[in-house]
């Protein structure tokens, strides 16, 4: 019997040590899709390095490696560790289907964003000729008939409260600096209703009461959106996931997406400048209606989480500083920061590079943790400065408290008033190791 062995590497701190964790907060869902697409004649195992230890000496027939952000210079490692002792070893994610040239030089192959058409043919070339391709890039235009996740291969582990549904891929929008615009290109692809309907209730059968939206922008479909929720609703389920904050603006979405049981969602603001905004192809944010619009999320019951960048050619000292103190005087619940990095592939990248403004081609310096462009404003090194900053005072035990305890919002739902002040410590470790806070 043929084996695979799936493997979501975690990311290193600054000292130098992987990332380890007790449990996962939020697992991810490529894996467990995978597997329900792998004949039944294969064994697969799956092993999530932030609670997993990785073995080396695996009998598996091929390993795979998937990742996104910061652990993909760790999964490089594994690749190259794997690749010594005569493993055959593919590997995808965003980053390595952006940067598809660099994964290439570490391991058998590489599958270029979705795997719904490319996985199956490669296993399938692997049983047929013993090894595979290079590389396997077959796009999909729809989002039908995918099987049930294999959410067992999470429930074995440690894990938080939720388990991940996917209803769509995607965003409509082209933002500069996003790998999902450079591997998208402004499609939204949706999955039908019914079949949504059928993961979440296989994920309540498991005895989970709350699931995540793992969708890039939510709302990218507006009437799709409200179709499910009124066929989430009767299902009595909680649930979180990602979008626009013009969310608020649309009073009946809200309503019912509150209705359906959603009390978490994470937004994109990006920065308190519109200039900022501007520069990143984001025109139809409106940094002065930020804070109406968190006021009105707040107020209907969803707990805010936002993420937001530094680095633009607007950035200043005091620029970073001024959002600092929006995070704290709007009582962000789940702030969010990164450095401005520009993707290989991204639209901004190309821009940076013509303009001679990148200060290295080293992906490994690519982890949203220090400075690999030239700002206009601000120096690089201060800017990398900067970030470690903002992330100490806003994950201060001052700004905690304040954000989250003394947030009456947060009061009428005590779940995620638990919930908030854990992800808040849990980030703020994640600060004192250098490690740019993320679930996982």
């Known amino acids: 019997m043929p084996k695979i062995l799936f493997i979501q590497p975690t990311q290193y701190a600054d000292n130098g040590k992987l990332c380890k964790q007790r449990k996962i907060n ?9 597997a329900a697409y792998t004949p039944a004649h294969w064994q697969v195992e799956l092993l999530i390095e932030v609670v997993d230890e990785i073995n080396f000496d695996t009998e598996a027939d091929i390993v795979a490696i998937g990742s996104m952000g910061h652990a993909t210079f760790r999964g490089l490692e594994i690749a190259a ?13 965003y980053m390595a289907s952006i940067a598809y040239k660099e994964a290439m030089k570490y391991v058998d192959s590489v599958v270029i964003g979705d795997a719904e058409i490319s996985y199956p043919k490669m296993l399938q070339d692997y049983e047929e000729n013993g090894t595979v391709k290079p590389l396997y890039n077959y796009p ?30 995607g965003c409509t929008f082209t933002c500069s600096f996003c790998s999902i615009a450079c591997l998208y290109e402004g499609k939204y692809l949706y999955r039908p209703v019914d079949e949504v309907i059928q993961d979440i209730k296989e994920v309540k059968r498991l005895g989970f009461n709350r699931f995540y939206l793992i969708d890039d922008n939510i709302v ?11 066929k989430i609703i009767p299902l009595k389920m909680k649930w979180a996931s990602q979008c626009i904050i013009h969310l608020a603006q649309n009073t009946k979405l809200l309503k019912i997406v509150r209705e359906s049981g959603c009390d978490l969602m994470s937004f994109g603001v990006e920065s308190i400048q519109q200039e900022a905004i501007d520069s990143l192809d984001k025109p139809w944010l409106k940094a002065k209606d930020h804070e109406k619009n968190i006021r009105i999320l707040a107020k209907s019951g969803i707990t ?20 600092s103190k929006f995070i704290y005087k709007n009582k962000i619940p789940i702030p969010r920061f990164y450095i401005l990095t520009p993707v290989p592939g991204t639209e901004l990248y190309k821009e940076l590079a013509k303009q001679n403004r990148m200060l290295t081609d080293d992906l490994r310096k690519f982890d949203g943790t220090q400075c690999v462009h030239i700002p206009k404003k601000i120096a690089p090194e201060k800017l990398t400065e900067m970030y470690w900053w903002i992330n100490n005072e806003v994950f201060s035990i001052k700004s905690i408290l304040y954000r989250v305890l003394l947030n009456r919002n947060l009061w009428k739902n005590p779940s995620m008033l638990i919930f908030s002040l854990g992800i808040n410590f849990h980030y703020r470790r994640y600060v004192k190791k250098r490690v740019t806070p993320n679930i996982f």
């Open 26 to 34: 939020l697992p991810g869902l490529a894996f467990p899709l995978l």
């Open 140 to 169: 999909i235009n729809e989002l039908k008939n995918l099987p049930i996740p294999r959410y067992d291969l999470l429930t074995k582990k440690k894990i938080g409260s939720m388990l991940p549904v996917q209803a769509g891929r």
């Open 81 to 93: 560790e794997f690749k010594k002792r005569g493993k055959l070893v593919v590997m995808g994610g």
């Open 304 to 323: 805010v989480s936002i993420e937001m960048i530094i680095g633009t050619d607007f950035d200043t000292e005091d620029s970073i500083r001024e959002t």
């Open 220 to 230: 990218s479909n507006p009437k799709y959106l409200k179709e499910l929720c009124q």
